[in-house]
């Protein structure tokens, strides 16, 4: 599967997709104008109407790593903050056709810091998560179908997702993504960060002027690669690519080039590469113009 680099481009809003679920056609999306804190700021439709939802609230030690195993063609959105621990929202969602009966079975639990969601087999449902976390939470997050979203946690985060999109905003600490036939985009400047696609593209969007704490190494198989850069960014960055990969690089001039027959590379910045980006069957896209 190939992306072209207009898919990379768009990583940067990585809007919610539509996955069937069951029977019915499934699609969720955040409202208009509003970002995804609560489950008001989510709609629910199946097969185009309106959806029957219910909101259930739970609550988690901050001191422990938190899992969460998202239902099937569920998301999981987590905004770190002051809190001490984790106020989880349970959006849950079900067929208007179904009834309350059928809503009613679907159900979130905690065990042993795990967070999981259960519901009938006969007929459609989803459940979505949104989590306050404490901002040095550990989280260790999965979705099929479904969206995962993090944004500024500063402890470990690991996130896998399969057939859904993955971002991560002002993520630090010590961070691993990995999607399968899904994008993966990321905006930040610090931490251990290591970014995977199989099947999907990387956008990496560099903020600040220099890299600090750790290093970032973001790679996609059959997908391509983006990277935003500040003019004059302080830590040394590397872009690689196969030998066929296309290439675009919007600002570049005094990088360092290298072109032979077995792969593609520029370097820029100063000081030790501390951010590397690779891809295998992919385009390449850099932008320096910031």
């Given amino acids: 599967m190939r992306y072209p680099i207009a898919a990379a481009a768009l990583l940067a809003s990585l809007p919610l997709v539509s996955r069937p679920a069951d029977a019915q056609n499934m699609n969720v999306s955040v409202r208009p104008g509003h970002e995804a804190r609560t489950c008001e700021d989510l709609e629910?439709?199946?097969?185009?109407?309106?959806?029957?939802?219910?909101?259930?609230?739970?609550?988690?030690?901050?001191?422990?790593?938190?899992?969460?195993?998202?239902?099937?063609?569920?998301?999981?959105?987590?905004?770190?903050?002051s809190r001490p621990d984790f106020a989880i929202s349970v959006c849950k969602a079900a067929p208007a056709s179904a009834g309350a009966t059928s809503l009613d079975q679907v159900r979130a639990g905690l065990s042993g810091g795990t967070l999981t969601a259960t519901g009938p087999k006969s007929d459609g449902w989803v459940v979505y998560f949104i989590i306050d976390a404490p901002t040095q939470a550990s989280v260790d997050l999965g979705a099929t179908n479904g969206p995962i979203h993090v944004a500024r946690i500063a402890g470990a985060t690991t996130a896998h997702a399969q057939n859904g999109p993955i971002k991560l905003l002002d993520v630090s600490g010590r961070v691993s993504a990995r999607t399968q036939n899904g994008p993966i985009a990321f905006q930040g400047g610090s931490g251990t960060?290591?970014?995977?696609?199989?099947?999907?593209?990387?956008?990496?969007?560099?903020?600040?002027?220099?890299?600090?704490?750790?290093?970032?190494t973001a790679s996609a198989q059959n997908g391509p690669v983006r990277l935003q850069a500040p003019r004059g960014f302080g830590s040394g960055v590397r872009v690689r690519s196969s030998q066929h990969s296309p290439w675009k690089c919007q600002g570049c001039g005094d990088e360092r080039r290298t072109w032979d027959d077995a792969s593609r590379s520029v370097e820029f910045g100063t000081g030790p590469v501390a951010v590397t980006l690779s891809t295998v069957n992919g385009p390449v896209s850099v932008d320096l113009t910031r």
């Avoid at 960060?193 to 970032?216: F, H, K, M, Y």
């Fill in 44 to 81: 629910f439709r199946f097969d185009d109407r309106p959806a029957a939802t219910a909101v259930d609230h739970l609550t988690a030690p901050g001191a422990q790593k938190l899992t969460v195993e998202a239902s099937q063609n569920g998301g999981v959105y987590v905004y770190g903050g």
């Fill in 193 to 216: 960060i290591e970014l995977t696609a199989q099947n999907g593209p990387v956008d990496v969007r560099l903020a600040g002027s220099q890299w600090t704490d750790g290093s970032l």
